[in-house]
């Protein structure tokens, strides 16, 4: 295991961050404001993004994707991270949950996914089924050459700026040694399908401009020929791609860490109180040596997952231990950089309080903290029979 | 055409530079970046290149230790087509007129019909080498340009003066410096950094290119800029912008 970078990893970690502090950072203020990106900015950035090159980063070159490997697009969406999601999710990581598609699926979403013709979302919570995937309600029951689906969806990122939804819903249910379970297909659905109806979600305290979504399925009929993979499979399906989305929950609160590390060490080194610069005080020193240990850490567990993805070797572990623990560094390094600052930390002139709210949902959002635990210990526990 | 576009590598300005401390030069990382300067030249080079077709090349000219010509990748990564590293120990703290002949001589090996420029490096801030150049090389210098267009085979380009712009015209082979801001610098692409380690980098000497190189200056002491005199802070009582214009009208800005 080796991250000392190649000399494309550190151009590619120089332009992703140039294009950040030049195309996106300068609308951060706006966005946070008014809790929307300005009409225009979105189409703006993306044809800069497409130009750059940097669009689709982790999607196969033979589709038009930037077929950057998973340390690698560690590294992307580190520099990424920088920004908030409403402006760092202009630049599409289309999920890569795509390659499942075959067939004309390719032509229809994939590869305009890809190009930035079309934009993808991803729908698995629902109002009764968070961590408890398989309790979920939305059904799809076949009928003739279509399925018909009922149910809802809520929590759905940006599925306001897409096209289409990778949704997963129930298509029966099997007996396992721990009673009947739901079987689960995930399914292609544009966007206007008569029966799908998308309604705003909640006002999140987390990524102002980034909204969620209820979707609304009310009879719903969608042709049998947009089943993501196969039928019953969409666990299968989610399992072999999904994996990628906790690292990159992690990787992308490294880049905000590092931006609070930056602020909170400025100020500890100008901000004079007693006489004194506040670094000089032991209460402020230890707080940025413990804050450093930690981004290092999670750093060096998420460079470890995705090294090892890119590898094939990654285990769900992996990805668990670097998403709970830099999920977790985040909160704790933004709230220390506040503490830092004092009560300016917490006013919006400066970007802490942001920080400090827009992490808050990494340590919830693709499995909790609490679901990441649980991943870790039972594959501790599994091999001695706990 | 055969565009070559001079780019230096030099460390990157968001780390502190170090001087050697008998002499004086600046300690150069393995790690250089392309000068930001240098962009706008291979941005120009490229745009032309765009608009002549399959004519026309875009070659890099660096004069530098190469370390890891991580530099030289990133113009290359921008779409350049190869570049040409002139690396040699006896130009180690070369002066602007040294530096001229080397890029002369590589410049005419290379057969360029255009060389571009910016106006001036970051690190060394010379200044006067593009026209130096064009001079050793005989050919037109068309300097400070903020706007560049190829027309009827003559380069044809808005001259940034104090007052505006004056419009200069030059035959071909010709030296060209670009002013920051000529154009908008594209981004490397991703794909095109892959591609970056598989074009090709000719790595050559002042011997090679004919040059004897004779350094004769020698920089015998460095001293600290005095820091910035705080400013005047004038309170507003509603008539502050009279102060403001006697201020302007003492240093004779208006």
Not at chain 1, 129 to 149: F, H, L, P, Q, W
Not at chain 1, 182 to 188: D, E, H, N, S, V
Not at chain 2, 149 to 154: A, F
């Amino acid at each position: 295991m080796n991250f000392d970078l190649t000399s494309e990893q550190k151009l590619i970690v120089q332009t992703t961050r140039e294009f950040v502090k030049k195309e996106l950072l300068p609308h951060e203020a706006e966005v946070e404001k008014n809790d929307h990106v300005p009409d225009g900015l979105v189409e703006s950035i993306k044809a800069k993004a497409i130009a750059a090159g940097i669009y689709a980063p982790n999607m196969p070159e033979e589709y038009g994707g930037g077929g950057l490997d998973s340390f690698t697009m560690a590294l992307v969406e580190r520099e990424l991270g920088a920004a908030g999601y409403a402006l760092n999710y202009i630049i599409a990581r289309p999920s890569n949950i795509l390659m499942a598609c075959e067939g004309d699926q390719i032509e229809r979403y994939l590869i305009p996914t890809i190009t930035g013709e079309r934009y993808d979302c991803l729908a698995m919570s629902e109002p009764d089924a968070g961590s408890d995937v398989r309790g979920m309600k939305c059904t799809a029951v076949r009928d003739g050459d279509e399925y018909v689906i009922n149910g809802t969806k809520h929590f759905i990122s940006h599925a306001d700026m897409a096209d289409y939804v990778i949704l997963f819903a129930a298509t029966g249910e099997e007996e396992t040694a721990r009673g009947p379970k739901k079987r689960i297909t995930a399914f292609l659905v544009d966007m206007g399908t008569p029966g799908f109806e998308l309604v705003p979600g909640y006002n999140a305290v987390s990524n102002k401009g980034y909204h969620n979504s209820i979707l609304n399925f009310d009879d719903c009929r969608i042709p049998a020929g947009n089943v993501l993979g196969e039928e019953h499979k969409g666990f299968d399906v989610a399992n072999e791609w999904l994996g990628a989305t906790r690292l990159q929950v992690a990787a992308i609160c490294l880049g905000r860490a590092r931006r609070a590390i930056e602020l909170a060490t400025e100020w500890a080194a100008s901000r004079e109180q007693f006489g004194q610069k506040i670094g000089k005080f032991q209460g402020v020193s230890f707080k940025l040596a413990d804050m450093q240990t930690q981004y290092d850490a999670a750093e060096l567990l998420t460079f470890r997952a995705a090294w090892k993805d890119s590898e094939g070797t990654m285990t769900d572990s992996d990805a668990a231990m670097a998403k709970v623990f830099a999920t977790e560094m985040c909160q704790f390094v933004t709230d220390e950089a506040i503490q830092i600052y004092g009560g300016m930390g917490l006013m919006d002139d400066l970007p802490l309080e942001m920080f400090w709210r827009d992490t808050r949902v990494d340590r919830i959002w693709d499995g909790t903290s609490e679901i990441q635990r649980h991943i870790i210990s039972r594959a501790m526990l599994r091999p001695l029979g706990g | 055409m055969k565009i070559v576009v001079c780019v230096k590598q030099i460390p990157d300005p968001a780390s502190p530079y170090q001087l050697d401390p008998e002499s004086y030069f600046v300690v150069r990382p393995n790690d250089q970046v392309l000068d930001d300067t240098d962009r706008y030249g291979v941005e120009v080079a490229l745009q032309l290149s765009d608009e002549l077709g399959e004519d026309a090349s875009v070659t890099l000219l660096s004069m530098s230790p190469g370390g890891s010509q991580q530099g030289i990748r990133q113009a290359l990564a921008m779409g350049a087509d190869g570049a040409i590293l002139i690396e040699d120990e006896t130009l180690r703290g070369a002066d602007a007129l040294t530096t001229s002949q080397i890029l002369a001589a590589a410049a005419t090996r290379a057969e360029a019909d255009l060389l571009i420029a910016g106006t001036e490096s970051t690190d060394g801030y010379t200044g006067v080498v593009p026209q130096q150049v064009a001079e050793i090389m005989g050919v037109p210098a068309l300097t400070f340009a903020r706007k560049v267009e190829h027309v009827d085979g003559k380069l044809r380009i808005e001259r940034q003066t104090q007052a505006g712009y004056d419009v200069v015209e030059g035959a071909l082979p010709a030296v060209l410096s670009v002013t920051s801001g000529v154009v908008e610098p594209r981004y490397p692409t991703f794909k095109g950094i892959m591609q970056a380690k598989s074009k090709p980098v000719e790595t050559l000497t002042a011997a090679d290119l004919g040059v004897t190189a004779k350094v004769s200056q020698k920089i015998v002491s460095v001293e600290e800029v005095e820091g910035r005199q705080a400013g005047d802070i004038i309170e507003d009582d509603g008539e502050g912008y009279l102060r403001i214009i006697e201020k302007l009208e003492e240093v004779k800005v208006v």
